[in-house]
């Protein structure tokens, strides 16, 4: 596709993994930057995404939202840059899985933990949260990252952009434990040259915006 992508983001957000990921395709892309309570929720981005949320993405006359789908789309978008196993390739299983593991369990559990919310330890309420338990999502995922070097194998996909930056987001924060499991993955794909770069751009991003904010 030769249509432009324009990626509307906030350097302190869920953008900072579709940056990663935009950095690991290695395309072109033009960052709209936003923020929070004022752009995001004017008239001209509710049109993009009616949430008023970031991450999103926006490839030609293709809007996409969420940076899991984010993720995924940009992985089958750009088939050149290896970050999705091909139809019908075994690895294809595990890669959904662990993807979406993230953007469901994952998400959910650290967000109840970061704001204390705690399951009532009945069957009725475990059974109504799909989720669980946070030990028991966490413990899958150890499980996950302990099978091989990566989510679907012995490739990096976009499933480990994913929910690597969830692991290194959450370890960071406290709401994912420092298991060494964890530790050693995002010692493995943290480096990542695209990794790297995607931080740094952020990173620069949130000090100008703070020093503007200052008047410094």
């Not at 957000?13 to 995001?40: A, F, K, N, P, Q």
């Not at 109504?128 to 499980?143: F, K, P």
């Not at 695209?194 to 020093?211: F, G, H, N, P, S």
Request: aromatic share 10%; net charge negative.
């Amino acid at each position: 596709m030769t249509d432009e992508l324009v990626f509307y983001t906030h350097p302190m957000s869920r953008g900072r993994i579709v940056r990663w990921m935009l950095e690991e395709v290695g395309c072109s892309y033009r960052t709209e930057l936003l923020d929070y309570g004022t752009t995001m929720r004017a008239p001209e981005y509710l049109a993009v995404n009616p949430m008023g949320k970031v991450p999103a993405v926006r490839h030609g006359e293709a809007v996409v939202t969420e940076a899991a789908a984010i993720c995924a789309y940009l992985a089958d978008a750009f088939p050149e840059a290896g970050l999705a196993p091909p139809p019908g390739d075994r690895r294809r299983g595990p890669y959904y899985r662990w993807l979406f593991f993230g953007a469901g369990p994952v998400e959910a559990a650290t967000t109840a933990k970061s704001l204390g919310f705690v399951v009532p330890d009945d069957p009725r309420s475990q059974g109504m949260v799909g989720w669980g338990s946070v030990e028991a999502v966490v413990d899958a995922l150890e499980g996950a990252v302990s099978q091989a070097d990566y989510l679907a194998g012995d490739t990096f996909t976009a499933a480990d952009v994913y929910l690597g930056a969830q692991i290194g987001w959450g370890m960071h924060f406290g709401t994912i434990d420092r298991r060494p499991a964890f530790e050693r993955y995002w010692e493995r794909i943290g480096n990542r040259p695209a990794a790297v770069r995607a931080r740094e751009i952020d990173d620069k991003l949130m000090a100008e915006r703070q020093q503007t904010a200052t008047g410094s």
